[in-house]
């Protein structure tokens, strides 16, 4: 995945454990789980009510019950 060749509406978010930079898609949706290329941590990203920018949430290891 190439991010320097075209940036549109990139958000990035810095990784919480080791402040690396996570690049968010411009059509990241509600829940998507991003991972740390650095440090592997894995996050939900959660929109801010107040507009579209996400923040991190960081995600359980252990699976919900997504209906299967
Ligand atoms: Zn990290």
Known sequence: MRLDSQKE???S???LECDAELAIPSDAIQGEVIT???CNSTYELVREQSGTLFTLRPAELEQEDWGE
């Open 36 to 38: 740390c290329k650095d």
């Open 9 to 11: 509406e990139v958000n």
């Open 13 to 15: 978010l810095n990784c």
